[in-house]
């Protein structure tokens, strides 16, 4: 199973930016979704951003669309997840996913049987 290992993260305040990493053990397949979810304390954990490496579509949870941008690097079996203006409803611990191949189940963690261990995001006010 391939390994995934995120890093990046850390604290900022509200309306600052982070970039995370991802990179992934070995080749995930263009045709398989890499993507970002978060947990926030006590929620479920919830799809933020995905990416298949056709054609580099990208697709984004309603509350960070147009702030977030995911990216990805074939080439180097890596994703980012590039997070502006943050909010302090952003913090949670971040995780890079894949395994999904599509695109209804590119946000659904049950679809992705890779995992990181998760990268902390903390915003403070």
């Known amino acids: 199973q391939v390994q995934l290992a995120e890093s990046g993260g850390g604290s900022v305040q509200a309306g600052g930016s982070l970039s995370l990493s991802c990179k992934a053990s070995?080749?995930?397949?263009?045709?398989?979704?890499m993507a970002w979810f978060r947990q926030r304390p006590g929620k479920e954990r919830e799809g933020v951003a995905a990416?298949?490496?056709?054609?580099?579509?990208?697709y984004y949870a309603s509350s960070v669309r147009g702030r977030f941008t995911i990216s990805r690097d074939n080439a180097r079996n890596m994703v980012y997840l590039s997070m502006k203006d943050l909010k302090p409803e952003d913090t949670a611990t971040y995780y890079c996913?894949?395994?999904?191949?599509?695109?209804?189940?590119?946000?659904?963690?049950?679809?992705?049987?890779?995992w990181g261990q998760g990268t902390q995001v903390t915003v403070s006010s």
């Open positions: 070995a080749d995930i397949g263009r045709n398989v979704y």
């Open positions: 990416t298949a490496g056709l054609r580099g579509s990208a």
């Open positions: 996913a894949a395994g999904a191949t599509a695109r209804n189940g590119a946000l659904d963690a049950r679809r992705h049987g890779s």
